[in-house]
Structure formats: structure tokens, C-alpha cells
């Protein structure tokens, strides 16, 4: 089982920030949080990762709370080419194994 | 330029017959992935492989084989023992060292049956 949880869908209008939450209440000390966005029939792209400091690069921010147990993904100026399924996962240390729920479905609305 | 590269990208199968799916990559990684996914849902783990000649069952094994003959390669075989072939099908790789690498992927294979 997924060990995050996601809104099935949001929406966004152009231009703003979009803010994407995940839960992963049960996450363990030494485990990061990745997220990925896959547009329709393509193959899933890397936005960024986490353990416990927030996180920014050219894509995107990761906000991950103090306890660890929610983050949120921040697209700070979003465009229509935003819209996609957006993944929050928790990777299984032991083998390297990320734990894939069914994501959140982000509409960028011009 | 350096990627993943999964051929080819419509496959159709018969009833009985096993299809190979190609991955190659060319980012020098250790680590590659195979991964199932259907409609509206996440994808899940089939086979994983750290080192050349060497990989491991994920949660959904049964029908599928894979090889590991070379660092850039791992061919995916979906077997007749595999009912319910249809699905997308990615292809990951990523590097080891540090664990806390992403995996990353290539455009994916999506089987069909005839």
C-alpha cells in the first residue's frame, strides 16, 4: 500500500502558485520524500526530494513540516503545461523501491 | 544527449506468445527498474536490478522475466503465464551511490493484446 496520501484533484488558475499537499503520517527517520509528474501517456519526469529541510530547484519547492509527517509541493508560477498527475512517494529504503499512490490531478485553468 | 530510451512504444501481443520490451539507458546508472502501470493508478515494481547479471522479484514478478547482461540494458519479457498483459510499462534507472538518488524514466511501452 501507498504509504502518502493525496487530494485526487486540484485545480489552479495560470499564473498563480499551485500548492500541492501529501500526508505520510507513518514515514520512518532516514526515509525522503520525492515527487514526480507524469503527463498523460508519458513517463513519469523527477521534480525534486526531501528529507527534512525544504527544498528548491529549478521546478519547484518542497515544504516538509517539522514533525515530517505532510509536505506540499509549490509550483510557484503555474502554466497550462503544469497540468499533470502529480506523485508524492515515500521510498522503502531496504531496496530502493518507491511506493507509487495514485496521485493528485492538477488542471492549470487559463 | 543522455536518457532512457524504451522501444517500442506500442506493442501488441497474441494470446500465447511472450513479447520483450527494450530498455536502454546511457547515464552510466547502476541501478535499473521495471514498472507496471494501469489505468488511474501508480505504478508498481515487477523486477529491479544493482549490478550486471544480478536482480530482484518486486511485487508483481509472475508472468514477466527480465536479464541483465549489460549495464545499459534490461530487457522486460512478458511471458504467456501472464494473463493481463495490458498495461503501460516503464522503464527506470537510477544511480546508487548516494541511496537517496531519484530514479528516472523513459517514455514507456504500452502493451496491448490482439
Known amino acids: 500500500d501507498a504509504k502518502t496520501t493525496q487530494p485526487t484533484s486540484m485545480d489552479c488558475a495560470e499564473g498563480r502558485a499551485a500548492n500541492l499537499p501529501c500526508n505520510h503520517s507513518t514515514i520512518s527517520g532516514n526515509e525522503y520524500v520525492y515527487w514526480y509528474r507524469q503527463i498523460h501517456s508519458q513517463g513519469p519526469q523527477y521534480i525534486i526530494h526531501g528529507l527534512k529541510n525544504n527544498e528548491t530547484n529549478e521546478m519547484a519547492s518542497l515544504i516538509i513540516t517539522e514533525d515530517r509527517k505532510s509536505s506540499t509541493l509549490i509550483l510557484p508560477h503555474a502554466t497550462l503545461r503544469d497540468t499533470a498527475v502529480y506523485y508524492c512517494i515515500v521510498r522503502v529504503d531496504s531496496n530502493y523501491q518507491l511506493i507509487w499512490g495514485a496521485g493528485t490531478k492538477l488542471i492549470i485553468k487559463p | 544527449d543522455g536518457g532512457i530510451t524504451q522501444s517500442p512504444k506500442y506493442l501488441f501481443r497474441k494470446e500465447g506468445q511472450n513479447v520483450t520490451l527494450s530498455c536502454e539507458q546511457n547515464l552510466n546508472h547502476d541501478a535499473m527498474y521495471w514498472y507496471r502501470q494501469d489505468p488511474g493508478q501508480g505504478l508498481r515494481l515487477i523486477y529491479y536490478?544493482?549490478?550486471?547479471?544480478?536482480?530482484q522479484k518486486g511485487d508483481i514478478a509472475e508472468g514477466y522475466s527480465v536479464s541483465r547482461e549489460k549495464k545499459e540494458s534490461f530487457p522486460l519479457t512478458v511471458t504467456s503465464a501472464q494473463k493481463n498483459p495490458t498495461a503501460f510499462y516503464l522503464c527506470a534507472s537510477s544511480i546508487l551511490t548516494p541511496s537517496n538518488q531519484p530514479q528516472h524514466f523513459g517514455d514507456g511501452t504500452r502493451l496491448s493484446i490482439l
Open positions: 536490478s544493482q549490478i550486471v547479471n544480478d536482480f
